[in-house]
């Protein structure tokens, strides 16, 4: 079944509605409709194969539903954070190189940092707790510590649109604390987020929840209400 929107007064950045998507025959979405607001924090859950990941892709615009529409505010600046994945150890990218990619969207990647932006990924890089590894390869990082250097890129983009993709999935208490606190600063800052997840209660607040089941919305509640 579609649910039905919930109307606040906060600013519209992502409007999905009447959604479908299929892979390989099945239906993955079915006719749903949600929308994510500057300053809160959407949580979606599911049990694996709701069609939780598939509608952070079409959120972000790497898959084209099939029907419905998917409306997002113009000018705004979109950052996903995918799952953390083993990267090869010798890969030659620090901590540092990968955060600074989020200033990329508005310098190019040709152009060198100027200082203020250099200021901001070291200060994003501490938001998240991993000041002292801003030079280690990230290849020989954690799950946890890559996965926090990934959310400190979003950080320094200033999205105002955030997907987090399974944020917290399989790591230690003190990463999980520490993407929580990160995403409540995103949310602080404005931006709209949108987590997947198995766990809604790994997030200190939550604004909204979705839930979905077998590509439909069965519970769409507002928890918090500016």
Excluded: Y
């Excluded at 990329?104 to 590894?133: E, H, M, N, Q, Y």
């Excluded at 950080?155 to 990463?175: C, G, I, K, W």
């Excluded at 604390?177 to 766990?199: F, K, M, P, R, S």
Aim: charged share 20%.
């Amino acid at each position: 079944m579609s649910s039905v929107p919930v109307l606040l007064p906060t600013t519209l950045v992502l409007s999905v509605r009447d959604v479908a998507v299929g892979h390989d025959g099945h239906p993955a979405l079915r006719g749903i409709d949600v929308d994510a607001h500057a300053g809160r924090l959407l949580v979606v859950s599911g049990p694996n194969g709701s069609g939780k990941s598939t509608l952070l892709s079409v959120a972000a615009g790497l898959l084209t539903p099939q029907s419905g529409t998917v409306e997002v505010r113009p000018g705004t600046r979109t950052a996903l954070v995918p799952q953390s994945t083993p990267l090869p150890a010798h890969l030659p990218l620090t901590v540092f190189d990968l955060v600074a990619m989020g200033t990329w969207a508005r310098l190019g990647f040709w152009r060198p940092a100027r200082k203020a932006d250099r200021a901001a990924v070291t200060a994003a890089i501490a938001k998240v707790g991993l000041t002292g590894l801003s030079r280690r390869r990230i290849g020989t990082l954690s799950g946890g510590q890559r996965q926090r250097a990934l959310l400190a890129q979003a950080l320094v983009q200033r999205a105002d649109l955030v997907l987090l993709d399974e944020p917290m999935a399989a790591l230690d208490a003190h990463s999980r604390t520490v993407i929580a606190d990160a995403v409540d600063h995103l949310v602080a800052t404005g931006a709209a987020v949108i987590a997947v997840t198995h766990d809604p209660g790994e997030f200190h607040r939550i604004d909204d929840r979705l839930a979905l089941e077998d590509g439909r919305v069965v519970e769409l509640l507002s928890e918090r209400t500016r």
